[in-house]
């Protein structure tokens, strides 16, 4: 695939990956133009891009709407000559899936099947062009839980077992079927857990940090003893242009940081990181402030990735080592609380509340 200019849509862009994803890419493609789709529903971030038409003239635009509005994608069919879709936009959280599945359901697939029938047609009509690719972001939570042994690999079984991976899983399978049946140059990637700039403190290493700082309680799942493959938002960024520029239509590729953590572990390291630059020790020690909640249920156990396939057949690897980035990740954070005021909002708050206060 020549990608050497081009114009991309990104769904979900104003989101966590997304937001990385568009400003790491404008970076490094000088020659690319990126179109941005966001609902802009909670974790969505218009202010995550807001600086992006200035420092990029011509390059970047955004478009405020939903997957799910088929009258908006044919008009920026109309609009744009696109030369692929990188689509992001999903509910993610696990935790929202078991209290209210519903909107899962709405965005994950039949957001994703409203993408890929206006897309497909849009193919179409513009002669079906050998360069475009659709690529769809998805997680390697589809595959279940592992044990203490073995990795997932793009041969394993799907085994979702949470409302939010059923959905993700369901969405890999129309991605897929799009492609066999109507010929769609579509391509899977499933990743493992990202950490990293602009995440929404919802997730486990943001909201461990803001709750750090705040003396708040770390609300930690069972024993902490859940072990997930931790993977920085600028190498997933890199594989996903990786996979944009070089990899095969029809084909998945598993994305992995290959930095295998247990839940407790990370909270232990970000208390002693945080204690060291806030200068706590003693009674002020930050691991005195968690607090083992009620597990999640269907909580997978362990999730690893074998990335062999995209390192052999692409040439990605990751670059940053986790002992670094997640000091960069840190570092990030407490010189952007102004961002983090932002978007806490009272929707966010209450759903803290909502999801621990009663485990």
């Known amino acids: 695939m020549n990608a050497s200019t081009g114009t991309y849509l990104v769904t ?10 568009i400003r790491h890419t404008l970076k490094l493609r000088p020659q690319w133009r990126i179109v941005c789709l966001d609902a802009l529903t909670y974790a969505g971030n218009p202010g995550n891009l807001a600086d992006l038409t200035k420092l990029y003239p011509g390059r970047y635009r955004f478009v405020h709407g939903s997957i799910l509005d088929e009258a908006l994608l044919r ?16 509910e993610s959280h696990v935790d929202r899936s078991i209290l209210a599945p519903q909107a899962f359901i709405e965005t994950n697939v039949n957001g994703t099947c409203q993408l890929l029938k206006v897309f497909q047609s849009g193919w179409e009509q513009n002669g079906k062009p050998e360069n475009f690719r659709f690529v769809h972001v998805s997680t390697d939570e589809v595959y279940g839980t ?50 990293g700039p602009y995440q929404f403190p919802e997730k486990l290493i943001p909201l461990m940090i803001l709750n750090i700082l705040e003396e708040r309680e770390l609300p930690v799942y069972g024993d902490g003893a859940n072990i997930r493959d931790w993977l920085y938002v600028l190498d997933h960024c890199e ?7 070089r990899g095969n239509p029809g084909e998945t590729y598993l994305i992995g940081g290959g930095a295998e953590k247990r839940n407790l572990e990370i909270v232990h390291l970000l208390c002693d990181l945080l204690d060291r630059l806030l200068t706590r020790s003693g009674a002020q020690g930050s691991r005195g402030l968690i607090r083992f909640v009620t597990d999640r249920p269907g909580h997978d156990y362990r999730y690893a990735i074998d990335a062999t396939k995209i ?15 997640i000091e960069d990740t840190v570092a990030w954070y407490l010189a952007h609380m102004d961002w983090v005021a932002s978007i806490r909002s009272g929707e966010y708050r209450q759903w803290i509340e909502t999801n621990y206060n009663n485990r």
């Open 12 to 21: 979900g862009g104003a989101g966590f990956i997304g937001t990385n994803f």
């Open 75 to 90: 008009v920026i069919i109309d609009e744009e000559t696109l030369d692929g879709v990188i689509h992001f936009a999903a």
């Open 146 to 195: 592992l044990g203490d042994t073995g990795y997932f690999t793009e041969a394993s079984p799907y085994a979702p077992n949470s409302p939010y991976s059923a959905s993700k899983a369901a969405s890999d399978h129309f991605v897929r079927a799009w492609h066999h049946t109507y010929g769609l140059p579509a391509i899977v990637t499933n990743c493992s857990n990202n950490y």
């Open 239 to 245: 594989a996903l242009l990786t996979v944009l520029e």
């Open 311 to 325: 390192r052999n057949e692409l040439g990605w690897q990751p670059r940053f080592r986790f002992e670094g980035a």
